[in-house]
């Protein structure tokens, strides 16, 4: 077997470019996981910023609140962070590296799950598929995804108790099971960064409880990063470090959690 | 019979399980990845490329390749970025392409042409020589080392681009391998049923085995079969009704199109879905 091209950013680095162990030194000096100045973004085609003028920095280990009403910009501000929406003016750090240069690297350790993804019920795929596929870019171009590839898809299915739904099709799936398969595809690129958009939607009482426990455990073992947007703050409180508030967006709180709450209320 | 012919009627085999192994192949990632459009605009293309060589005498391999390269050139980066609706810049496409070819084919000097004309527009096997042959089989072999190489990639993008694109592939790169990769067949497979029908080999085979199969890793493997027995089908049928093969086969791969929608599982799914 022909040794894994690593492409992708990976704390290693043995397969580095010099340039890239340069920048590796500057991830290391600053805890600063997500770093973000003044930016604004613009959908194509659009005029008006749909975030503006953002300035936000998260720390190595934080577990951020993204909260605000329908179109204040909570979505725009994840896909701005790992790079696919790149009209955006300011700069992005993630990792230390500049997203606008360096996205597909950061992208590969950066765990996304999408707000609302339903996939349609002919989708020739099964949900094990789908859990693979977080670690495509990971394991780089022209290589093929091994044993401990497989094994570690499997590992997160079973961690989020769907293991027995990996050879069914995704489509056949109920909403919660592709919502609990999403967040499998995003955990099983073991990522540094993880970004979650209204992750408990569809899911039943008990998976709201569950998924946050995974997200504090990997937390506490992997030193895991995390930016969740959400209205459904209760069962998180407990762990959460801070709460970011979105209006027209704009960044209006970034405070404590229960301030965060507190405010957000306040503005209704 | 010409037919009768061995050495035709062994080319024209040839010509027909290569195409449809190419077109049924390059369909699926054509109609999973949503850039029909583009393959439509490269068939026509080429089409107009074809008919251009055809009058001035130079290698309509090489003009219709040129023609697809441009059109996918014009219009790739429209369909990708949807500024413009892909649908409108098609609609203009099309009747460019044809008002170009018929064109072409209209200065094309009389003496001698006629069955040139006729293979670009309808398709003509007994034109097929066994260079053809040699430059089809070397194509296949190209196509399915390429795929198998990139499969993964592929695979992922054909779920989900935006997906496959967050999760750090270079999804634009890979599409682009689609759409040069499908233009080059497109080229390849004017001479077995014509500028004019060449979209539906490419289309037919792989929206027939989407509409029936539920495993992705079946379908890029039943859609090639399909295409290589609709063209055979249809081969056959154009001898004992001696009409054009291209067309027999565009009729062939339509049935079973057809057929497919009304025994696909999926819509009946839908249908019961919607009684519900
Ligand atoms: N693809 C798009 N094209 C143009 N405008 C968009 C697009 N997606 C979102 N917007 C606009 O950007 C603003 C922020 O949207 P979004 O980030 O989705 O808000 P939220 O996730 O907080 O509901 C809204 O005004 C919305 O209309
Ligand atoms: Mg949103």
Known sequence: MIKRINICFTSSGSTFNEASKVKDAVTAQESAIVRIEDVSTVYEGERRPAIRDVNLTIERNELVYVLGPNASGKTTLLETINGLLPAYRGRIFVFGLNVRNHGRRVRCEVGYVPQDFMVEPGEPYTAFDIVMMGRYGKIGVLQRPNEADHERAMEVMRLLEIEDLAPRPIGKLSGGQQQKVMIARALAKEPKLLLLDEPFSNLDPESREMVPRIINQLHEEKGMTTLIVTHDIHNMMKTCHRGVVFRDGRVVVDETPEKALHKLEVMR | ?276
Request: hydrophobic residues 55%; proline residues 3%; aromatic residues 8%.
């Open chain 2, 1 to 276: 019979m010409i037919w009768l012919e061995l050495d035709i009627m062994r080319r024209a085999v040839l010509g027909c399980v290569l195409t449809g192994i190419l077109t049924g192949l390059m369909g699926v990632f054509v109609v999973r990845m949503r850039i029909s459009a583009i393959g439509y605009s490269m068939s026509h293309g080429a089409f107009a490329g074809a008919a251009l060589g055809v009058a001035t005498s130079m290698n309509p391999l090489v003009t219709a390749m040129l023609f697809a390269s441009i059109t996918a050139f014009l219009i790739g980066p429209i369909a990708d970025k949807a500024r413009l609706h892909a649908d409108t810049v098609t609609s203009i496409i099309f009747p460019l392409n044809m008002a170009l070819a018929f064109v072409f084919l209209t200065l094309t000097p009389e003496i001698g042409l006629t069955s040139q004309v006729a293979s670009v527009l309808w398709g003509s096997i007994i034109s097929m020589t066994n260079n053809d042959v040699v430059y089809m089989v070397t194509l296949c072999a190209a196509t399915l080392v390429i795929i198998h190489f990139v499969w993964k990639e592929l695979f992922a993008i054909m779920f989900n681009r935006k997906l496959a694109e967050a999760d750090g592939i270079n999804t634009r790169a890979f599409v682009y391998l689609v759409i040069f990769l499908s233009g080059v067949v497109i080229t390849f497979s004017i001479k077995l049923v014509g500028g004019l029908l060449i979209y539906a080999l490419l289309f037919n085979p792989a929206s027939s085995t989407l509409q029936f199969l539920e495993d992705m890793r079946k379908v890029i493997v039943v859609s090639p079969l399909l295409g290589v027995g609709t063209n055979l089908s249809g081969l056959l049928v154009s001898l004992f009704l001696d009409l054009p093969v291209g067309s027999c086969i565009v009729l062939v791969s339509t049935l079973v199109f057809a057929v497919s929608v009304l025994v696909s599982p999926k819509r009946r799914r839908k249908i019961e879905n919607e009684r519900r």
